[in-house]
């Protein structure tokens, strides 16, 4: 059964930072596309950041610069480091396993931010 478990929202200012973690089981993280994705109030799923199987990475234009997603595959873990955080980067984040048939999504983690 695979189980991914976000952590590490929460509420922060204006050009904080936070990372968030996705722990994984059941699924070697390593064997698959790893993406972040988010959800604001009233707006549809946006794809954020990905790491390729080979460890090259995209980013959406609005978060390109900020935010780094990474993954430690000997933790069966991926990440997603976001600095100078900005209002609109207020959203539900999602981390998915993208294994072409079946996407695995996690729960969600919240980040807020506002002063």
């Known amino acids: 059964q695979v189980q991914l478990v976000e952590s590490g929202g929460g509420l922060v200012q204006p050009g904080g930072s936070l990372r968030l973690s996705c722990a994984a089981s059941?699924?070697?993280?390593?064997?698959?596309?790893l993406d972040w994705y988010r959800q604001a109030p009233g707006k549809q799923r946006e794809l954020v950041a990905v790491?390729?199987?080979?460890?090259?990475?995209v980013y959406a234009d609005s978060v390109k610069g900020r935010f780094t997603i990474s993954r430690d595959t000997a933790k069966n873990m991926m990440y997603l480091q976001m600095n100078s955080l900005k209002a609109e980067d207020t959203a539900v984040y999602y981390c998915n396993v993208h294994t072409g048939p079946v996407d695995y999504w996690g729960q969600g983690t919240q980040v807020t931010v506002s002063s």
């Open positions: 790491i390729h199987i080979g460890g090259s990475t």
């Open positions: 059941g699924i070697a993280l390593a064997a698959y596309r």
